[in-house]
């Protein structure tokens, strides 16, 4: 099949000039099949199909980023069986679901996309209580990551595998879908097949690269065979599985060649289920850092590569289409963030663009983590978008927002993008808050983002007033004249009482700080701290944190923490993430440990014995978490008592959490309004 182009689009005005260039809005046609533009949403499990079938959350969801000008748009991972199914959300394709899928394709394709779907079986990665048997995969044995013990397929099992993925395939060319992609990576059954980390069959389906890939091949000849030749086949694969003993690049590029033949394009991935933080790109990863690796595909076997991870940025999805790396720039994250990326893009606003910051908390936490659906720390409304503005305040309305940091910043747009007179009251010089302060590790960069997209979003509008480097008192809260107050002031570092503790953390000259202070001194340390000892007290996100800044350095890094394990309630990813780096720098570990006393040169602790240790540093650090601060609440409310002015506490200073709580609180401000007849 061939990949036409035509060349239309000048980049960043939006407007079209002939004899102007720009890669990412060119129209492509694969075969019959013509995409307005070279994004691509990648496949994800949503966890938007109850009862394994399309849902209108799914719906709601893939009409918005068609709306947003995507030119494909790839639905779900559907199971092509009930023995495939490792979610109790995931989509299951069957006969009785194709009118609600055809209700999907629909509605993309009303917005001007295509629609693609992409279909797969878990494997090993299937769970016997939602699959109903054993789960299956190239080998037996225990997988560690379900967890549960599989069975190894038996050999007259697999042709009839591979015509499941037939029949699959048939449905979703009767739901109107315009493509399929093929799932060969990421761990899942295909994959199993090709990777000798899972692949010890002594059969002609195990051992040498050609017997790997020789599931893959009756997959997609089986696909081909019933779909004929003009119908795009999509199969993603993982280039370098970033495993000890997986394929490499190298041994991809080698096994490609046995099922390449009937493929129209390769989806250029990475990383297994052991390697995920690679799969689903953990936030420090530079944007477009897999594109060498569809690069090496494309090259090889001239076919058209889709790359994806942590493309955010569209001058960097641009240059990695105009330099020959790939052909289509394939997102997910970017457009739960903001599925109007690629109009924004388009039509030249790209400082509108509500980056997606890799926190993998409200995506691939709580999707994969908690079973549930996918939502986004920087969107509060994953499906509905920004559809809210649309309504509009009936009567005038003054609402107060103290506090500038995510939260308070959220309630303050929103408030005044539906015609709110809004105040936004902040102590220090800068907006952000929390998010900046960390924004200025080196690894958290990225988390910067969000804090800037929302300052930017405040500095649009006209009707927000905001009030830097002031204290928000009752009387300046009064004279403003509310109707609602917002209380957004954060939190502050948990400092238990602990014999030598609040006389020596954060104070001049002392080597023990909170990470706040560890960010005011960030250039003080040195970049090489081989030899130095670092201790820190609490393993969760902010140690964590601590921990990779110092374990770059060269630094001898101990973790002091009361639960039975470090990183407790991180999402899959950091949590994958940061156990490979403390296994790398041989952080120790000290787990149901406890804080006894705090010197300027050594922690005193009680082991899980009961005996008591000392933990000797050069730079000791107390990351317990945060609790909340709100200094002049207990005066507003009192001030406001005996008024019809609501006052709402939200964020870090309702209780100390994580940003995506923070975000979904600001826009509830619309229920406030709500409740209120505001709106």
């Given at each position: 099949?061939?990949?036409?182009?035509?060349?239309?689009?000048?980049?960043?005005s939006?407007?079209?000039?002939?004899g102007?260039?720009?890669?990412?809005?060119?129209?492509?046609?694969?075969?019959?099949?013509?995409?307005?533009?070279?994004?691509?949403?990648?496949?994800a499990?949503e966890?938007?199909?109850?009862?394994?079938a399309?849902?209108?959350?799914?719906?709601d969801y893939?009409?918005s980023?068609?709306?947003g000008g995507?030119?494909?748009t790839t639905?779900?991972?559907a199971s092509?069986?009930?023995?495939?199914?490792?979610?109790?959300?995931q989509l299951?394709?069957?006969?009785?679901?194709?009118?609600?899928?055809?209700?999907?394709?629909?509605?993309?394709?009303r917005?001007?996309?295509?629609?693609g779907?992409?279909?797969?079986?878990?494997?090993?990665?299937s769970?016997?209580?939602?699959?109903?048997?054993?789960?299956?995969?190239?080998?037996s044995?225990?997988?560690?990551?379900?967890?549960t013990?599989?069975?190894g397929?038996?050999?007259?099992?697999i042709?009839?595998?591979a015509?499941?993925y037939?029949?699959?395939?048939?449905?979703?060319?009767e739901?109107?879908?315009?493509?399929?992609?093929?799932?060969?990576?990421?761990?899942?059954?295909?994959?199993?097949f090709?990777?000798?980390?899972?692949?010890?069959?002594t059969?002609?389906?195990?051992?040498?690269?050609?017997?790997?890939?020789?599931f893959?091949?009756?997959?997609?000849?089986?696909?081909?065979?019933?779909v004929g030749?003009?119908?795009?086949?999509?199969?993603?694969?993982s280039?370098?599985?970033?495993?000890e003993?997986?394929?490499?690049l190298?041994?991809?590029?080698?096994?490609?060649?046995?099922?390449?033949?009937?493929?129209?394009?390769f989806?250029?991935?990475?990383?297994?289920?052991?390697?995920?933080?690679?799969?689903?790109?953990?936030?420090?990863?530079?944007?477009?850092?897999?594109?060498?690796?569809?690069?090496?595909?494309?090259?090889k076997?001239?076919?058209?590569?889709?790359?994806v991870g942590?493309i955010r940025?569209?001058q960097?999805?641009?240059?990695?289409?105009?330099?020959?790396?790939?052909?289509?720039i394939?997102?997910?994250?970017g457009?739960?963030a903001?599925?109007?990326w690629?109009?924004?893009?388009?039509?030249?606003?790209?400082?509108?663009?509500r980056?997606?910051?890799?926190?993998?908390?409200?995506c691939?936490?709580?999707?994969?983590?908690l079973?549930?659906p996918?939502?986004?720390?920087?969107n509060p409304?994953?499906?509905s978008?920004?559809?809210?503005?649309?309504?509009?305040v009936?009567?005038?309305?003054?609402?107060?927002?103290?506090?500038?940091?995510?939260?308070?910043?959220?309630?303050?747009?929103?408030a005044a993008?539906?015609?709110?007179?809004?105040?936004?009251?902040?102590?220090k010089a800068?907006?952000?808050g929390?998010?900046s302060?960390?924004?200025?590790?080196?690894?958290?960069k990225?988390?910067?983002?969000?804090?800037?997209?929302?300052?930017?979003?405040?500095?649009?509008?006209?009707n927000?007033?905001?009030?830097?480097?002031?204290?928000?008192?009752?009387?300046?809260?009064?004279a403003?004249n509310?109707?609602?107050?917002v209380?957004?002031?954060?939190?502050?570092?948990?400092?238990?009482?602990?014999?030598g503790?609040h006389?020596?953390?954060?104070?001049?000259?002392?080597?023990?700080?909170?990470?706040?202070?560890?960010?005011?001194?960030?250039?003080?340390?040195?970049?090489?701290?081989?030899?130095?000892?670092?201790a820190i007290?609490?393993?969760g996100?902010?140690?964590l944190d601590?921990?990779e800044?110092?374990?770059?350095?060269?630094?001898?890094?101990?973790m002091?923490?009361m639960l039975?394990?470090?990183?407790?309630?991180?999402?899959?990813?950091?949590?994958?993430?940061?156990?490979?780096?403390?296994?790398?720098?041989?952080v120790k570990?000290?787990t149901?440990?406890?804080?006894?006393e705090?010197?300027?040169?050594?922690?005193i602790?009680?082991?899980?014995e009961?005996e008591?240790?000392?933990?000797?540093?050069?730079?000791?650090?107390?990351?317990l978490?945060?609790?909340?601060?709100?200094?002049?609440?207990s005066?507003?409310?009192?001030?406001?008592?005996d008024?019809n002015?609501?006052i709402?506490?939200?964020?870090?200073?309702?209780?100390?959490?994580?940003?995506i709580?923070?975000t979904?609180?600001?826009r509830?401000?619309?229920?406030?309004?709500?409740?209120?007849d505001y709106?």
């Open positions: 099949m061939n990949i036409d182009t035509d060349v239309t689009m000048n980049f960043f939006g407007e079209r000039k002939s102007t260039v720009s890669k990412l809005f060119t129209p492509v046609r694969i075969g019959p099949l013509t995409l307005r533009n070279r994004t691509i949403r990648s496949a499990f966890g938007m199909c109850p009862g394994n399309p849902s209108q959350m799914l719906l893939h009409r980023v068609a709306a995507i030119g494909m639905v779900a991972y092509v069986a009930k023995s495939g199914l490792s979610f109790p959300r299951w394709l069957r006969p009785e679901i194709i009118p609600g899928l055809r209700e999907v394709t629909n509605a993309v394709h917005e001007g996309a295509a629609a779907i992409q279909i797969g079986h878990c494997g090993n990665m769970h016997k209580s939602i699959c109903g048997v054993t789960p299956i995969s190239a080998s044995g225990f997988n560690i990551y379900s967890p013990w599989v069975r397929m038996k050999k007259e099992e042709p009839e595998m015509r499941a037939g029949r699959a395939v048939n449905m979703a060319r739901a109107g879908f315009d493509a399929v992609e093929v799932h060969a990576g990421h761990g899942y059954l295909i994959s199993q090709l990777s000798p980390i899972t692949n010890k069959r059969d002609e389906f195990g051992g040498s690269a050609e017997n790997r890939a020789r893959a091949k009756l997959v997609i000849e089986e696909v081909r065979k019933q030749p003009f119908f795009p086949i999509f199969v993603r694969i280039a370098d599985e970033l495993m003993g997986g394929n490499t190298e041994d991809t590029l080698e096994y490609l060649q046995y099922f390449e033949k009937e493929v129209d394009v989806d250029v991935s990475a990383g297994l289920n052991g390697s995920i933080q690679y799969q689903i790109d953990a936030n420090y990863l530079p944007d477009g850092w897999r594109s060498f690796m569809a690069k090496a595909v494309k090259e076997y001239n076919k058209p590569c889709i790359t942590n940025d569209p960097v999805a641009e240059d990695i289409l105009a330099g020959g790396d790939a052909d289509f394939g997102m997910g994250r457009l739960i903001d599925p109007e690629v109009n924004k893009v388009e039509f030249g606003n790209v400082c509108d663009i980056k997606c910051i890799s926190c993998n908390i409200g691939a936490g709580h999707r994969i983590g079973n549930q996918i939502r986004c720390t920087g409304a994953v499906n978008g920004e559809d809210y503005m649309k309504t509009k009936n009567k005038p309305c003054n609402v107060v927002v103290i506090g500038g940091g995510t939260a308070g910043l959220e309630a303050a747009c929103t993008e539906v015609g709110c007179t809004t105040f936004l009251i902040e102590k800068e907006l952000g929390l998010a302060v960390i924004s200025r590790i080196p690894d958290k990225r988390l910067a983002d969000f804090p800037n997209y929302m300052i930017h979003r405040a500095g649009k509008l006209h927000l007033f905001v009030f830097k480097n002031t204290t928000a008192t009752v009387d300046m809260v009064k403003l509310p109707d609602i107050i209380n957004a002031t954060g939190s502050v570092p948990t400092l238990p009482p602990i014999t503790l006389d020596l953390v954060d104070k001049d000259g002392s080597n023990v700080a909170t990470v706040l202070k560890m960010i005011e001194r960030i250039n003080e340390y040195p970049e090489d701290m081989k030899g130095q000892k670092i007290i609490g393993g996100a902010v140690g601590v921990m800044f110092f374990t770059e350095r060269g630094a001898e890094v101990t002091v923490e039975p394990m470090i990183g407790n309630g991180l999402d899959p990813v950091t949590k994958c993430d940061t156990n490979a780096k403390m296994a790398k720098y041989g570990q000290m149901n440990t406890a804080l006894q705090v010197k300027n040169d050594r922690f602790v009680k082991n899980p009961g008591i240790e000392e933990i000797p540093f050069d730079y000791g650090f107390i990351c978490g945060m609790r909340a601060n709100t200094p002049v609440l005066e507003i409310d009192e001030a406001f008592s008024t002015v609501e709402v506490n939200i964020g870090d200073s309702k209780r100390a959490r994580r940003i709580e923070g979904e609180e600001g509830n401000i619309l229920n406030v309004l709500a409740r209120h709106l």
